[in-house]
Each structure stands twice: as C-alpha cells, then as structure tokens.
C-alpha cells in the first residue's frame, strides 16, 4: 500500500511564503529598531506586503513573538484528547504538555532573542497574548470532558486554565533565570510534578 504523502499545493505554500516573509521583516526590525519602536506598518513594508495582509496572520504585533503558538496548541489539544476520559484532567494535562514533539517548539536561541528584546523593551517576557491564548484552549479542552450537566464544569475548566498558565509562566521564568539550560518543556513537567505534590498527599 502506498502511503498518502500530501504535497501543499500552491495556495498554501504561498501562504507559508507570506508568513515567513513577516516573521522575517519583524524580527529583522525588532533587531534594527528595538521592538517597542517596530510598527506594523514598517513590517507590513519591509515584508512587502499590506498592513491588511499582515492583519490576516497576525492579530497584532505580539503575536508574531509566538509564531508557534497555533502549532503548540494544535498538538497540545489532540495529545489532551487521546488521554483516557477517566483520567484526572491535571494529569491528563501534564502528559499532553510532555508530548509536546521538539519539532514546534523553538529553539533556545530564538526563545532568549524573544526575552531580551521585550526585556529591553521593559515589557512581561510572558504576554499576555501567550497567556489567554493558553488558558482558552486549556479551558476548552477541560469542557470536553464534561458531562455538559455538570455544575462544576465550568469551574474545573477556569481552574485547570488558571493553573495551566501559571505553570507556563512559572516555568519560562525558570528557565530563563537559570540561564536557559536544557529543554523548556522539561521544566515545564518538573513545575508540573511540584504542582502536584501541593495539592495531593503522598
């Protein structure tokens, strides 16, 4: 049996093309220009295309810090789904962040490069874009696991965001603090597991 290997068709390579072309101009100019002094406006030119065109990837000029962000989710929301339904959510959620392959994750220059300049440019390493981006899709994974009639649902689904997020941020905080070392999503799992002896008895 051959295997289907699909090819991306024309369409969608020029749109990967389009894509690229604007993380390249943004981060060529963040680097000129300092990110707090980069506008859409300028990248839109540098990338050659229209601010409009630059609105259809990005919904603003966070976003294209995190060009991995839809990626990550993707993986982390079907990774989610493919744990057993009687397993408790925190648990669940621990392994789907572990699973997450090193193909979309990006490397630790590129992660150091996205700290200093919003560093240099005396905003949150962790914005808030990152932040209610994840805490969305977690939320919604949970809602999966319902029961739809459950009065506890919708907390569970705030909670398990809340501490997803916090997770997250705990984590990139530590890593970068210790210099970047090693695998992020390692000590993502490690905050995790302390996470965990917090709230469970051993």
């Not at 749109?15 to 690229?20: I, M, N, S």
């Not at 990626?71 to 789907?96: G, Y």
């Not at 949970?142 to 009065?151: E, H, I, L, M, Y």
Request: glycine share 4%.
């Amino acid at each position: 049996m051959v295997a289907d290997v699909r090819t991306p068709n024309l369409r969608d390579r020029k749109k990967d093309a389009t894509r690229r072309a604007i993380e390249d101009a943004a981060w060529e100019l963040f680097e000129e220009k300092g990110y707090a002094h980069t506008t859409v406006s300028e990248i839109a030119e540098r990338a050659d295309v229209a601010p409009r065109t630059f609105f259809r990837y990005f919904p603003n000029k966070e976003a294209v810090l995190f060009p991995e962000m839809d990626n990550v989710l993707a993986e982390l929301r079907a990774s989610f789904l493919a744990r057993p339904a009687d397993e408790p959510v925190l648990v669940s959620l621990a392994e789907a962040m572990n699973t997450l392959s090193a193909e979309i994750t990006e490397d630790r220059r590129r992660q150091k490069e996205r700290f200093l300049l919003l560093k240099d440019a005396g905003l949150d390493p962790n914005p808030e874009f990152f932040a209610t981006r994840l805490a969305a899709e977690v939320a919604d994974m949970v809602r999966t696991r319902g029961p739809a009639d459950d009065p506890d649902l919708e907390v569970k689904a705030k909670l398990a965001a809340g501490a997803i997020t916090l997770v997250a941020r705990t984590a990139h905080e530590h890593w970068l603090s210790t210099g970047a070392e090693g695998e992020m999503r390692d000590v993502a799992h490690r905050c995790l597991g302390v996470l965990h002896s917090l709230v469970v008895a051993r």
